[in-house]
């Protein structure tokens, strides 16, 4: 089984930036996609970023309530990623969990995300 293990999460002023990674146990599975997605308490799950393997280059997706604010990528070795955010503001306030697969594919299509964090709490303050 994989283990995943994310940090960087904390605090930060609205406008500021947040650097999380996800670090995933070796001699498990090739993790061809690795995920993030958030939740706040009481409300759904949000789809966050997802890199996937796609030949010479990764194919990434964001979801629409963060796209052009985050950027997701990978580590040489593919065990780690990665999620840049830039411009938070409280509403980016949650519980960001790392996830990763051996099958790789687009977000929209996936209904097990694999494996899972424990998660990694993110406040920004107005």
């Known amino acids: 089984q994989v283990h995943l293990v994310e940090s960087g999460g904390g605090s930060v002023q609205a406008g500021g930036s947040l650097r999380l990674s996800c670090v995933a146990s070796?001699?498990?599975?090739?993790?061809?996609?690795m995920g993030w997605l958030r939740q706040v308490p009481g409300k759904e799950r949000e789809f966050v970023a997802s890199?996937?393997?796609?030949?010479?280059?990764?194919?990434?997706y964001y979801g629409d309530t963060v796209k052009g604010r985050v950027t997701i990528s990978r580590d040489g070795d593919d065990n780690t990623a990665f999620l840049q955010m830039t411009g938070m503001t409280p509403v980016d306030t949650a519980v960001y969990y790392c996830?990763?697969?051996?099958?790789?594919?687009?977000?929209?299509?996936?209904?097990?995300?694999?494996?899972w964090g424990q998660g990694t709490q993110v406040t920004v303050s107005s």
């Open positions: 996830t990763a697969d051996y099958f790789g594919g687009p977000p929209y299509l996936r209904t097990n995300w694999g494996y």
């Open positions: 070796e001699g498990t599975i090739d993790t061809n996609f």
């Open positions: 890199s996937s393997r796609g030949g010479l280059r990764p194919i990434l």
